[in-house]
């Protein structure tokens, strides 16, 4: 069985039926085959009629079979294309070492029944705000919070600390790892590459290039939240994709 696309959003849009979905789901799956398919072999293959696949691709503005055939291909393929093209807003993931994504993927799914916190403050908030979300519609219990007492006591029963820290230093994060390495959760951090407590403590640390290691206060231009989050991207992006050739 090919990709499972997640096309609620367009069977939201055109209020398509189950079996129409069903049709949608086959024709990205199979994006290249269709493009020298009849319809009725489509048909055929999804146990409708012709005059089904030729209703569903009017519902959605196509011409006709052929149109939304050739359509739906250009659209996976040059998605592809775009995720092979590495700019220089990407180049920095080549200077990790490859050993850290593998770990992180072992990591994440060896707590994937578990609980997940994500941990951050200041300019790094809106990063594990990201990220818990990311976690959230991936299918992990995952909560973001700071809060010492729920580290210190771990009555959740978390398993997991995702933590992110320009600085690796910030008070209110270390003492939030120092609670849960007492309860021997593991620990995942993104921190600068400069040597740093968090980094230390951590089961994995993946340092992100920083621009300003003397900006504490965050004044002058500095990529280092952005490239957190497009690092996460990619980590969650290679999880899913062993995930699926696991299965």
Same mark, same amino acid.
């Given at each position: ?117 994500? +941990? *951050?403050?200041? /300019?790094?908030?809106? %990063? ?12 992990? @219990? ?77 004044? +002058? *231009?500095?990529? /280092?939240?952005?490239? %957190? ?12 994709? @062993? ?5």
């Amino acid at each position: 069985m090919g990709v499972q696309y997640d096309i609620y959003k367009l069977r939201d849009k055109y209020k398509l039926s189950e079996t129409e979905t069903q049709i949608l789901q086959y024709l990205l799956n199979h994006h290249n085959e269709i493009l020298t398919m009849a319809v009725r072999d489509v048909a055929a293959a999804n146990y409708t009629s012709a005059a089904t696949i030729i209703k569903l691709s009017k519902k959605m503005g196509y011409t006709g079979y052929i149109d939304m055939a050739y359509r739906l291909n250009f659209m996976i393929t040059g998605r592809k294309r775009d995720r092979k093209h590495t700019s220089e807003l990407t180049g920095f993931l080549n200077e990790i070492p490859d050993e850290k994504f593998d770990l992180f993927c072992l990591l994440v799914e060896k707590h994937r029944q578990g609980i997940i916190f994500v +941990t *951050a403050t200041g /300019f790094s908030t809106p %990063v594990a705000d990201y990220i818990n979300r990311k976690l959230l519609v991936k299918g992990f @219990k995952s909560i973001q919070t700071n809060a010492y007492g729920v580290y210190d006591t771990n009555q959740i029963g978390g398993s997991l600390v995702i933590a992110i820290s320009k600085s690796g230093e910030t008070d209110t994060i270390t003492k939030v790892i120092e609670y849960a390495k007492k309860n021997h959760m593991d620990i995942v951090s993104f921190t600068g590459p400069q040597d740093n407590f968090i980094a230390r403590n951590s089961a994995l640390n993946i340092p992100v290039q920083d621009d300003q290691a003397l900006d504490d206060r965050n004044i +002058t *231009a500095n990529y /280092f939240y952005a490239r %957190v989050m497009i690092l996460f991207e990619y980590l969650m992006s290679r999880l899913m994709d @062993k995930a699926h050739s696991d299965r």
